[in-house]
């Protein structure tokens, strides 16, 4: 018979280092790695799944993949960069820029490449790891750091698998498939199409763009910086600084104030986005086509300045008739007509309830946070879970995501993080974890604020909506998540100083 077994003593009552898992060398894990090695925790291990860091950047690599968040401060604050090239990066300089920090601050070496994560079991205190092939390791404290949109969703249409032509998602393009000359569909209109379609239509033949939902779209003032400003920038580097604090400031007091009720700035974005679309698009029946009938914001916000152009171009075609089915020749819409073509481009998102999982996660009393979530992903101020002690996320639920640095974000996140070991080193805590009442009330009080903001008062749905139609999103300004990560109230925490547990662990493997 298992007997309760009292453990070994944890380590903020021995002084050893906490062994710290983080899953995911994406932007989340570079930045966890050295923040936490700041603060002194070095005991530190990186799982990956893929070959290389980078996450999104690493697994998106679309044609026109760009950033519109300004790259001064879409950047690590530890590692601020003077010759971004331009005012919005592109793709492969944000993953160049991934690598090199990763390299640049120790980050390469700790992680574990080609190594999935496919179970967490706590087992108080600890957390017992497995990997996807089969191998188990102990860990006091795990910090998730996946991210949020990296699972494809494949739509559900008739007829997709026998398309007889090329077919790929954005997020896994296949770039053996020429496109010059060809007939391309997408499907989809969101931040991704807008980019493909405004970097592919003068390069194809012919450019099918199916919309289900036409989309706000703002200007993107796009820059490319001088060499001479690149070296005013590296000869006083406070001026980097100042560019960071200055997109920072302008990105919290317009657009992140506009979507959370700021009714002057929800104007204007939509006089913004209106005079994009009349200045942009000549024909008038395009334009009724492309407008929308909900407020601007309430998805997540297009900044693109290439689209439009390329779709007034003579050989783009927006389909707005429903898709009926997919045949071997095309797509077939609801008035009958057969689109045909040599490639199918499906830039329909992802899934956005995944953040860790599909790793199974089991927490106290055998608590699975797929089943606790059940669709509707919820945590305590987006990193922390009742009943999942010792485990973190970056980037987790309710978090605020949509058009801001998510870098600024994972970085506060992870101070808060480091707040709750110190607490644990100075407090000789076993294992914390929010308290069910803390989470409940706090989950409580955004269901109620999220009904203020422009993703349910807009007249929209969006992949923010989780499956009871929640924008999952934070739904105060982002300045008060930041403020509130800087200073962790404990008092919304099981603070253990014992953990009993049924059967004892084998020492750490
Ligand atoms: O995906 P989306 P995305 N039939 O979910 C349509 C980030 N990002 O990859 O609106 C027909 O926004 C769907 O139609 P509807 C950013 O956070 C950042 O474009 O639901 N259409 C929609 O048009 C962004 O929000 C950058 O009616 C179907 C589209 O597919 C997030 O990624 C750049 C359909 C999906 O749009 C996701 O953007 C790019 C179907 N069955 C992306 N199913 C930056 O620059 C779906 N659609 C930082």
């Not at 796009?222 to 070296?231: C, D, F, G, L, V």
């Not at 920038?233 to 920072?248: A, C, E, N, S, V």
């Not at 808060?416 to 929010?434: C, E, T, W």
């Not at 903001?453 to 924008?471: H, I, L, R």
Request: aromatic fraction near 12%; glycine fraction near 8%; hydrophobic fraction near 40%.
């Amino acid at each position: 018979m298992n007997m309760p077994a009292r453990f070994p003593k944890p380590w903020s009552q021995t002084g050893t280092q906490p062994k710290i898992a983080i899953i995911g060398a994406g932007m989340s894990g570079i930045a966890a790695v050295v923040k936490l090695r700041r603060a002194g925790y070095t005991d530190l291990t990186v799982f990956e799944k893929a070959d290389k860091v980078g996450g999104t950047w690493r697994e998106n690599t679309y044609p026109g993949l760009s950033c519109d968040v300004p790259s001064r401060w879409y950047s690590f604050s530890f590692n601020l960069k003077h010759d971004w090239k331009h005012r919005y990066s592109y793709g492969p300089e944000i993953q160049e820029y991934m690598e090199e920090t990763a390299d640049a601050f120790g980050v390469t070496d700790i992680v574990r490449f080609n190594t999935p994560v496919t179970d967490l079991t706590y087992v108080g205190p600890h957390w017992q790891l497995t990997t996807g092939d089969g191998e188990q390791m102990i860990f006091d404290v795990v910090i998730s750091a996946t991210g949020v949109l990296h699972r494809p969703a494949y739509p559900d249409i008739e007829g997709l698998d026998a398309f007889a032509g090329d077919m790929f998602h954005t997020a896994r393009w296949d770039h053996s498939v020429a496109l010059e000359g060809k007939r391309v569909g997408i499907i989809g209109t969101g931040s991704t199409s807008a980019q493909v379609v405004g970097a592919i239509t003068d390069k194809v033949g012919e450019m099918h763009v199916f919309q289900r939902t036409p989309q706000w779209m703002a200007p993107l003032p796009q820059k490319r910086y001088s060499e001479s400003w690149k070296r005013v920038l590296k000869t006083f580097p406070f001026l980097q600084k100042l560019g960071f604090h200055w997109y920072f400031q302008l990105m919290l007091r317009t657009f992140a104030a506009a979507t959370v009720g700021n009714k002057p700035m929800q104007r204007l974005l939509s006089w913004l986005c209106l005079r994009n679309l009349e200045k942009n698009v000549p024909d008038p029946e395009l334009r009724r086509k492309l407008t929308p009938d909900y407020q601007a914001a309430c998805k997540r916000l297009i900044f693109c300045s290439d689209f439009y152009p390329a779709i007034s171009r003579d050989n783009a075609f927006l389909v707005t008739e429903s898709i009926e089915r997919v045949t071997p020749a095309g797509v077939q819409t609801a008035d009958g007509k057969v689109h045909e073509l040599d490639v199918l481009v499906l830039a329909t998102g992802f899934d956005p309830g995944a953040f860790i999982l599909p790793t199974r996660v089991i927490g106290e009393d055998g608590r699975d946070l797929a089943e606790f979530w059940d669709g509707a992903p919820r945590a305590h101020r987006a990193v922390a879970l009742p009943g999942f002690p010792n485990f973190w996320l970056l980037e987790g639920p309710t978090g605020p995501v949509g058009n801001l640095s998510l870098i600024t974000i994972t970085e506060h996140q992870v101070d808060y993080v480091i707040a709750m070991l110190d607490k644990m080193k100075a407090d000789g805590l076993a294992a914390v974890a929010p308290r069910e009442q803390a989470f409940a009330e706090y989950n409580a009080g955004m269901r109620e604020a999220v009904k203020k903001t422009v993703w349910v008062t807009g007249g929209c749905t969006s992949w923010y909506m989780d499956k009871t139609g929640t924008p999952n999103l934070y739904p105060y300004e982002p300045a008060r998540y930041l403020h509130d990560m800087l200073h962790p109230s404990f008092a919304e925490y099981r603070l253990m100083t014992d953990v009993q547990v049924p059967t004892p662990l084998e020492s750490a493997a």
